[in-house]
């Protein structure tokens, strides 16, 4: 299955700067089959991780963790950028692999010991899964994994938050 996912992922030179391979995820999700699939198999990730909740960064994360919390009859919480959220936030800072920004989320969003998992659709830098991290902790949840559809090992993402539990569909190694 995992070639399957990869012939499905778009690999983009270039964007959005030079020397970067953007990974786009959008042949995939116009595959409505294979979407559910790639669905499915978060979802059987954070039910064995036993989640609460699930939270997804802006804004991929929407896409890839909404339809999870779905199949799960679980909540969302949505990590937006700065500003977007209507209510008292926190916020925690990250530094991308060609930028920085930040995330924040309802200070009510998550629950005191709330069992979290993250999706998104790409694990790089780890500096998005940090800043969620922070969040989640700063609100009282407990992160008890990590699910993408892509990561890039060579960017050792992974070894930044070696205390998180990760799962990704396909792994691409170089350029």
């Not at 991780?49 to 963790?65: L, N, Q, S, T």
């Not at 998005?128 to 009282?140: D, Y």
């Amino acid at each position: 299955m995992t070639n399957v996912f990869k012939e499905h992922i778009a690999s983009v030179q270039d964007f959005p700067n030079k020397g970067i391979v953007f990974r786009d995820i959008t042949p995939l999700l116009q595959d409505g089959e294979l979407y559910r699939k790639a669905t499915h198999e978060l979802a059987e990730y954070a039910k064995s991780k036993k989640a609460d909740v699930i939270v997804g960064p802006e804004a991929r994360g929407f896409i890839v963790g909404c339809p999870v919390a779905i199949e799960l009859g679980i909540g969302f919480v949505p990590a937006r950028k700065p500003h977007k959220l209507p209510r008292e936030v926190e916020r925690a800072s990250y530094d991308l692999e060609y930028g920085s920004n930040s995330l924040e989320m309802h200070k009510d969003a998550i629950k005191p010991g709330q069992r979290v998992v993250v999706c998104d659709d790409l694990l790089a830098t780890a500096g998005t899964l940090r800043a969620s991290k922070q969040l989640i902790e700063n609100l009282g949840g407990k992160l008890v994994g990590a699910a993408f559809y892509i990561e890039l090992p060579d960017l050792k993402g992974h070894e930044k938050l070696p205390d998180i539990d990760i799962y990704s569909l396909v792994q691409y190694h170089g350029a």
